[in-house]
């Protein structure tokens, strides 16, 4: 089974609006770690926003913020007031366990186009 | 901002050859990783390195790969006797130890190697 799905392969939104990326994922560890990465056209992997299993509330990064639901293990991004610049590839990743060092799971990402 | 760095940009080489992808991490970072994009797809965990030796690996880190902190500074990833389908992005990556579940692994801005 995958560890993280992203069942959006392409997303538009108008600019100023808000969007939502879907991400689910898959584990048995009750700790977790869950993460967005912004991924422009020059391929840079851009950190964005953390989400912990334990944490109790949603996380927020400026303009960033994530809708976790733990029962439906789903952990969705939200962009508001969307920007020319938010246009790229967007990857939900998962790190399972206490250690730092464990992989990241990486789900196969959405496309976002952000149109004037 | 510190961040991770990545030697070349663009590596073209034949098949068959060898070649070494370079990686400074962020100065205080512990935790290493290699990471590579095949075009068009997600990002695939190879490798995590810590305290000089291997921490994890995937099973497409075969007796192909492998790493080495030649110094204080450099992470290498070294592929023997390329073939086609090696041609994807590499990405090196860094994270803090210690740190908890919420560290981010901060990446450089890849290496995309090409087979000819």
């Known amino acids: 089974a995958q560890k993280i799905t992203q069942t959006q392969p392409g997303m538009f939104v108008q600019e100023k609006e808000a969007v939502t990326l879907d991400c689910t994922y898959d584990?048995?560890?009750?700790?977790?770690?869950l993460f967005w990465y912004k991924q422009p056209s020059s391929g840079e992997m851009i950190f964005l926003i953390y989400q912990g299993s334990y944490d109790q509330q949603n996380a927020t990064e400026g303009r960033y913020s994530l809708n976790f639901q733990k029962a439906r293990k789903s952990a969705n991004l939200v962009i508001s007031a969307s920007q020319l610049g938010d246009s790229a590839m967007y990857f939900c990743a998962m790190r399972e366990g206490p250690n730092t060092g464990n992989q990241f799971y990486f789900g196969t990402g959405t496309s976002l186009t952000v149109i004037p | 901002e510190p961040e991770v760095t990545q030697t070349p940009s663009h590596q073209v080489t034949q098949m068959g050859q060898e070649v070494i992808l370079r990686c400074v991490p962020i100065s205080n970072h512990l935790y290493f990783y290699w990471y590579r994009q095949i075009l068009g797809q997600k990002v695939e965990f190879l490798v995590s390195f810590y305290n000089n030796e291997i921490s994890e690996k995937s099973e497409i880190f075969d007796d192909q790969f492998s790493v080495e902190r030649p110094d204080g500074s450099n992470f290498t990833l070294k592929i023997r006797s390329t073939k086609l389908e090696d041609s994807a992005m590499y990405f090196c990556a860094s994270s803090e130890e210690p740190g908890g579940l919420d560290q981010p692994q901060h990446f450089g801005d890849g290496t995309r190697l090409s087979i000819l």
């Open positions: 584990t048995s560890d009750p700790s977790y770690g």
